[in-house]
């Protein structure tokens, strides 16, 4: 009988697993992974971008987490010798609606204890002479990071402390009882004292395995990036992004300094016909048949229709795409965006058709589900783990 199972090896899962073992060294720990790896899900295809916090509803998990787990990420790399650096984000208006949204912003970031700097035209020429805007929010904290390097030493410190994670080991089954949870799985049948599900793409799937009662359905949300030539990736020097909608779920398209040295654009955001295959035009059958059939997609969606096929076009077609772009950033054309990697959001939105803006978990007696944790869960991933760890101590 393990003491705690974890499903799913991303940043999330390969967290909690490490601070439940932090917290009581000796207990068994098992994570199961279908992969062959760790973090090739959301946590292998993301903009790598520690987030600083400015965007979320003040007194929200993500707004809190997202503080501390911006100084966890950095001290983290520190003590582990991983790449990071601190280049600070722009956040850039070019007219007068998105200007007015910057104040909004920035009232925002100061409820939530955000160090931002507010500069005109003229500084953000100086700071970035191949962008324009009519103002910016500069945010000194954001920085940069590959989130596979931080979980595979989250993966490796799992194993010193004597957990074990197993890959290519799918769960298709859960059954709770008084005593145990018993966990079915492409490599065996485990009994655990108390399951907690990290499962991304599949969180709701996951959780109706175990049973509870659900009334959200994750949407996977493709996000696509182009990257620029290594000639052109110089060009910025912050990370750029634009004043986003309050009424979306995604930040917008960002040109973003990698840590290993490009410079990507993007990510859009389009419903994925497919959960987990990243080629363009992947379709799979199960998952489009599961939103096509869900009323609360077509809820969300009649909100959205505008906003959709602006996104779709931008999807289909680069030059529209780059449209986005050289709204900020003039000198940019078609011959500078090359193909790059998409990924896929889990986004979890709910059958009355309201994307979930929270992290939210759900729990039973011996089961915790993460049901949603996109964007900034990357950089809150430590924080989230330690909400977890405090609900595990409490019920022991
Ligand atoms: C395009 C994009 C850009 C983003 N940019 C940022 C950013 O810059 N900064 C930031 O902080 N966040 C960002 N995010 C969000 C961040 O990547 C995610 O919030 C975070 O990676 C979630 O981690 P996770 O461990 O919950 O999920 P995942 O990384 O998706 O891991 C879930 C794991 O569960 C496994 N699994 C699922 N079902 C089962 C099963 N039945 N049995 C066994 N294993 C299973 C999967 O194989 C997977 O490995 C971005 C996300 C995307 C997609």
Redesign the pocket.
Known sequence: MEDVIV????????ATAREVLRRKPGSSVLV????DD??????????????AGLYYAPGSLKARLCRIGERATKEYCEEHGIQYSSIGKLVVATDDLEVERMGKLAVRAAQNGIELERIDADRLSELEPHVRGRAALLSPATGIVD?REISRAMAAEVTDLGGRIVLR????AIRESASDVTVE?STGTHRTRRLIA?????AD??AA?GGLDIDFRIIPFR?E?YQLPHDRSDIVEHLIYPVPDPELPFLGVHL?PTIDGRVTV??NAVIGFSR?RYPKGSVSLRDTADFATYPGLWRFAKGQIRTGVDEMRASLFPRRYLELVRKYCPSLTLEDLHPYP?????QAITHRGESVEDFLFRSTGRQLH?CN?????????MPIAGLIADQLDGAA
Do not use: D
């Not at 199961?32 to 992969?35: G, N, P, R």
């Not at 973090?39 to 987030?51: L, R």
């Not at 964007?375 to 809150?380: E, G, I, K, V, W």
């Open positions: 499903i799913g090896a991303g940043i999330v899962g390969l199961l992974e279908k992969a760790v973090a090739t899900a959301q946590t292998g295809h993301n903009s790598g971008v520690i987030h989130y080991s799918q769960v298709h799985s990290c499962a991304g793409l599949q799937r996951v395995m996000g990036y973003s993007g990510p987990e998409a990924g896929i959001r889990a993460v944790a996109p964007s900034p869960a990357a950089t809150s991933a």
